[in-house]
């Protein structure tokens, strides 16, 4: 992980060629001083994704992936579940992750766990609802297939959180 500006204008431009050259990217927010919480969110657009960047708070850490992240993608039912149960091992830590914003809050609701049985629970709290499902992204450094910045302050300084 890094010090680097959410502004940084060659993180940008990483980002946008990321955006431009694949259907989507996944970016984890990680929001400082609030109890671990945290957002998995999709881009297609780098329109939109620059907006969310800007107004993210001062000291949001932000992760993008550059390879597709959670390629489970389906409205919740029996099948569905079968499904995931069968292509994540059981212990494999998960996220599930809905694809539109819910409609009270406007956040993108998801829950992660590791085994089979909080798999089955989570997708059963999403029934009926398109989801994205698979793998706890690989997050904790970066690479060439994972970026990661901090939101600056007013005045463009950097200073990490505490998530």
Not at 57 to 85: G, H, M, Y
Not at 86 to 99: H, Y
Not at 132 to 151: C, I, K, R, T
Request: hydrophobic letters at 40%; proline letters at 8%; one cysteine or more.
């Amino acid at each position: 992980m890094t010090d680097m500006s959410a502004a940084d204008t060659g993180l940008l431009a990483t980002l946008e060629n990321w955006v431009r050259s694949r259907p989507e990217i996944l970016v984890l927010v990680r929001y400082s001083r609030a109890a671990g919480a945290k957002d998995f969110e999709f881009f297609s657009s780098f329109p939109a994704l620059a907006e969310r960047i800007r107004r993210l708070p001062p000291e949001t850490n932000i992760i993008a992936f550059r390879e597709p992240q959670l390629p489970l993608r389906k409205v919740v039912d029996n099948p569905f579940i079968a499904s995931c149960l069968e292509a994540i091992p059981d212990g494999t830590e998960f996220v599930v992750a809905e694809l539109a914003p819910s409609k009270a809050g406007g956040r993108f609701r998801w829950t992660a766990g590791e085994s089979h049985d909080e798999l089955r629970d989570a997708l059963a709290d999403f029934r009926g609802v398109k989801v994205a499902v698979g793998p706890y992204p690989p997050w904790l450094s970066d690479s060439d297939e994972v970026v990661s910045a901090v939101a600056p302050n007013g005045d463009g300084s950097v200073t990490t959180g505490i998530y």
